[in-house]
Protein backbone atom coordinates (compact mmCIF):
# COMPACT_ATOMS: atom_id res chain seq x y z
CA UNK A 1 0.00 0.00 0.00
CA UNK A 2 0.91 3.72 -0.57
CA UNK A 3 0.74 7.09 0.67
CA UNK A 4 -0.80 9.31 -2.01
CA UNK A 5 -0.05 13.28 -1.90
CA UNK A 6 -3.23 15.10 -1.82
CA UNK A 7 -3.66 17.98 -4.04
CA UNK A 8 -4.18 21.42 -2.00
CA UNK A 9 -6.43 24.36 -2.19
CA UNK A 10 -6.68 26.19 -4.98
CA UNK A 11 -5.11 23.74 -7.21
CA UNK A 12 -6.68 23.68 -10.69
CA UNK A 13 -6.87 20.07 -10.75
CA UNK A 14 -9.22 19.80 -7.67
CA UNK A 15 -11.87 21.51 -10.14
CA UNK A 16 -11.79 18.52 -12.62
CA UNK A 17 -15.04 16.55 -13.20
CA UNK A 18 -14.82 12.56 -12.21
CA UNK A 19 -15.90 10.50 -14.68
CA UNK A 20 -17.64 7.29 -13.89
CA UNK A 21 -16.12 3.92 -13.10
CA UNK A 22 -16.65 1.29 -15.74
CA UNK A 23 -15.26 -1.58 -14.53
CA UNK A 24 -13.35 -2.12 -10.70
CA UNK A 25 -10.08 -3.80 -11.82
CA UNK A 26 -7.31 -4.48 -9.51
CA UNK A 27 -5.73 -1.57 -10.23
CA UNK A 28 -8.75 -0.04 -8.66
CA UNK A 29 -8.83 -1.91 -5.83
CA UNK A 30 -4.98 -0.99 -5.13
CA UNK A 31 -6.10 2.48 -5.41
CA UNK A 32 -8.82 1.94 -2.93
CA UNK A 33 -6.54 0.73 -0.04
CA UNK A 34 -4.00 3.66 -1.02
CA UNK A 35 -6.61 6.13 -0.33
CA UNK A 36 -7.94 4.45 2.65
CA UNK A 37 -4.42 4.63 4.21
CA UNK A 38 -4.10 8.04 2.78
CA UNK A 39 -6.94 8.77 4.64
CA UNK A 40 -6.49 7.62 8.12
CA UNK A 41 -2.65 8.92 7.29
CA UNK A 42 -4.07 12.52 7.09
CA UNK A 43 -6.19 12.16 9.87
CA UNK A 44 -9.51 12.24 7.53
CA UNK A 45 -13.10 11.09 7.74
CA UNK A 46 -13.65 10.61 3.81
CA UNK A 47 -11.65 11.28 1.07
CA UNK A 48 -12.60 11.63 -2.80
CA UNK A 49 -10.29 10.59 -5.65
CA UNK A 50 -10.55 14.18 -6.93
CA UNK A 51 -8.23 15.02 -3.99
CA UNK A 52 -5.56 12.37 -5.23
CA UNK A 53 -5.43 13.58 -8.91
CA UNK A 54 -7.47 10.18 -9.86
CA UNK A 55 -10.54 11.79 -11.68
CA UNK A 56 -13.25 9.08 -11.36
CA UNK A 57 -16.49 8.88 -9.20
CA UNK A 58 -14.64 7.32 -6.02
CA UNK A 59 -15.38 8.36 -2.45
CA UNK A 60 -13.64 6.39 0.83
CA UNK A 61 -14.87 7.04 4.79
CA UNK A 62 -14.74 5.84 7.94
CA UNK A 63 -16.76 7.59 10.97
CA UNK A 64 -16.40 5.09 13.10
CA UNK A 65 -14.28 6.02 16.10
CA UNK A 66 -11.87 3.14 15.93
CA UNK A 67 -11.29 3.94 12.09
CA UNK A 68 -12.02 0.06 11.58
CA UNK A 69 -15.19 0.61 9.49
CA UNK A 70 -13.83 1.84 6.15
CA UNK A 71 -16.84 2.14 3.55
CA UNK A 72 -16.33 2.57 -0.24
CA UNK A 73 -18.50 4.40 -2.75
CA UNK A 74 -18.76 4.14 -6.14
CA UNK A 75 -20.46 5.84 -8.59
CA UNK A 76 -22.62 7.91 -5.80
CA UNK A 77 -25.70 9.10 -6.28
CA UNK A 78 -26.80 11.67 -3.84
CA UNK A 79 -30.14 12.99 -3.50
CA UNK A 80 -31.54 15.61 -0.88
CA UNK A 81 -34.57 13.85 0.55
CA UNK A 82 -35.23 16.91 2.57
CA UNK A 83 -35.61 20.62 2.32
CA UNK A 84 -34.20 21.70 5.50
CA UNK A 85 -31.01 22.53 5.96
CA UNK A 86 -28.36 22.85 8.70
CA UNK A 87 -25.01 24.20 9.06
CA UNK A 88 -22.15 22.19 10.20
CA UNK A 89 -18.76 22.76 11.05
CA UNK A 90 -16.57 21.27 7.71
CA UNK A 91 -12.72 20.68 7.32
CA UNK A 92 -10.76 19.46 4.08
CA UNK A 93 -7.91 17.75 3.59
CA UNK A 94 -7.43 19.64 0.50
CA UNK A 95 -7.90 23.16 2.26
CA UNK A 96 -5.65 21.82 6.21
CA UNK A 97 -6.17 23.79 8.91
CA UNK A 98 -9.61 25.68 7.90
CA UNK A 99 -13.08 25.15 9.28
CA UNK A 100 -16.13 26.92 8.60
CA UNK A 101 -19.89 26.21 8.62
CA UNK A 102 -21.55 25.36 5.59
CA UNK A 103 -25.27 24.65 5.56
CA UNK A 104 -26.70 21.54 3.37
CA UNK A 105 -29.85 19.24 3.37
CA UNK A 106 -30.41 16.94 6.34
CA UNK A 107 -31.43 13.68 4.85
CA UNK A 108 -30.01 12.30 1.45
CA UNK A 109 -29.98 9.13 -0.36
CA UNK A 110 -27.32 7.41 -1.20
CA UNK A 111 -27.81 5.13 -4.64
CA UNK A 112 -24.01 3.90 -5.14
CA UNK A 113 -22.09 0.34 -5.55
CA UNK A 114 -19.47 -0.55 -2.98
CA UNK A 115 -16.01 -2.34 -3.61
CA UNK A 116 -17.27 -5.86 -4.24
CA UNK A 117 -20.13 -4.02 -6.66
CA UNK A 118 -23.03 -4.59 -4.33
CA UNK A 119 -25.71 -1.90 -4.16
CA UNK A 120 -25.67 0.45 -1.99
CA UNK A 121 -28.64 2.28 -0.97
CA UNK A 122 -29.32 4.00 2.28
CA UNK A 123 -31.03 6.85 3.26
CA UNK A 124 -28.88 9.16 5.68
CA UNK A 125 -28.65 11.82 7.95
CA UNK A 126 -25.59 13.03 10.59
CA UNK A 127 -22.60 13.12 9.92
CA UNK A 128 -22.49 10.36 7.56
CA UNK A 129 -24.85 13.05 5.35
CA UNK A 130 -22.55 15.72 5.67
CA UNK A 131 -19.47 13.77 4.49
CA UNK A 132 -21.62 11.94 1.43
CA UNK A 133 -22.39 15.84 0.32
CA UNK A 134 -18.96 17.11 0.84
CA UNK A 135 -17.18 14.33 -1.21
CA UNK A 136 -19.68 14.34 -3.95
CA UNK A 137 -18.89 18.18 -4.55
CA UNK A 138 -14.86 17.18 -5.05
CA UNK A 139 -16.20 14.63 -7.52
CA UNK A 140 -18.25 17.61 -9.42
CA UNK A 141 -15.03 19.66 -8.55
CA UNK A 142 -16.36 21.70 -5.80
CA UNK A 143 -14.49 22.71 -2.83
CA UNK A 144 -16.47 23.35 0.60
CA UNK A 145 -14.75 27.13 0.55
CA UNK A 146 -16.51 27.64 -2.72
CA UNK A 147 -19.87 28.42 -0.74
CA UNK A 148 -18.11 30.98 2.12
CA UNK A 149 -17.63 34.62 1.04
CA UNK A 150 -14.63 36.38 -1.00
CA UNK A 151 -12.98 37.37 1.81
CA UNK A 152 -12.88 34.16 3.61
CA UNK A 153 -11.54 32.36 0.34
CA UNK A 154 -8.64 34.65 0.20
CA UNK A 155 -7.90 33.70 3.46
CA UNK A 156 -8.07 30.10 3.22
CA UNK A 157 -5.89 30.63 0.06
CA UNK A 158 -3.14 32.20 2.53
CA UNK A 159 -3.56 29.95 5.08
CA UNK A 160 -2.99 26.95 2.54
CA UNK A 161 0.24 28.32 1.81
CA UNK A 162 1.36 28.57 4.97
CA UNK A 163 0.51 25.64 6.04
CA UNK A 164 2.17 24.03 2.91
CA UNK A 165 5.81 26.12 4.02
CA UNK A 166 5.80 25.08 7.30
CA UNK A 167 4.79 21.60 6.36
CA UNK A 168 7.57 21.21 3.49
CA UNK A 169 9.64 23.08 6.57
CA UNK A 170 9.14 20.16 9.06
CA UNK A 171 9.68 17.37 6.30
CA UNK A 172 13.53 19.20 5.50
CA UNK A 173 13.84 19.30 9.19
CA UNK A 174 12.87 15.53 9.45
CA UNK A 175 14.83 14.13 6.63
CA UNK A 176 17.82 16.66 8.23
CA UNK A 177 17.50 14.11 11.51
CA UNK A 178 17.53 10.99 10.03
CA UNK A 179 20.40 8.72 10.63
CA UNK A 180 22.92 8.86 7.69
CA UNK A 181 23.40 5.00 6.17
CA UNK A 182 26.91 4.78 4.81
CA UNK A 183 28.47 2.37 2.62
CA UNK A 184 31.33 1.58 4.19
O1 LIG B 1 -12.94 15.45 1.90
C1 LIG B 1 -12.14 15.67 2.78
O2 LIG B 1 -11.27 16.51 2.61
C2 LIG B 1 -12.22 14.91 4.08
C3 LIG B 1 -12.92 15.72 5.17
C4 LIG B 1 -14.33 15.21 5.32
C5 LIG B 1 -15.28 16.07 6.08
C6 LIG B 1 -15.06 16.41 7.40
C7 LIG B 1 -15.97 17.18 8.08
C8 LIG B 1 -17.10 17.63 7.44
C9 LIG B 1 -17.30 17.31 6.13
C10 LIG B 1 -16.39 16.52 5.45
C11 LIG B 1 -12.14 15.53 6.46
O3 LIG B 1 -11.94 14.46 6.90
S1 LIG B 1 -11.58 16.97 7.21
C12 LIG B 1 -10.65 16.49 8.60
C13 LIG B 1 -11.40 15.83 9.69
O4 LIG B 1 -11.01 14.76 10.05
C14 LIG B 1 -12.58 16.37 10.38
C15 LIG B 1 -12.90 17.70 10.40
C16 LIG B 1 -14.04 18.16 11.04
C17 LIG B 1 -14.84 17.26 11.69
C18 LIG B 1 -14.52 15.92 11.69
C19 LIG B 1 -13.38 15.50 11.05
ZN1 LIG C 1 -12.70 17.87 1.25
Redesign the pocket.
Not at 38 to 55: K, W
Not at 117 to 124: F, R
Given at each position: MALLPILNYPDPRLRTIAEPVKEVTAETKTLIADMIET?YDA??????AS?VDRHIQLIVMDLSEDKSHPRVFINPKVTPLVEEKQP????????PDV?DKVERPTKVRIEALDENGDKIDEDVEG?LA??IQ??MD?LNGVI?VDYLSRLKQTRARDKVRKVIKIREKQGAHAAEQQPQTTNA
Amino acid sequence: MALLPILNYPDPRLRTIAEPVKEVTAETKTLIADMIETMYDAQGIGLAASQVDRHIQLIVMDLSEDKSHPRVFINPKVTPLVEEKQPYEEGCLSVPDVYDKVERPTKVRIEALDENGDKIDEDVEGLLAVCIQHEMDHLNGVIFVDYLSRLKQTRARDKVRKVIKIREKQGAHAAEQQPQTTNA
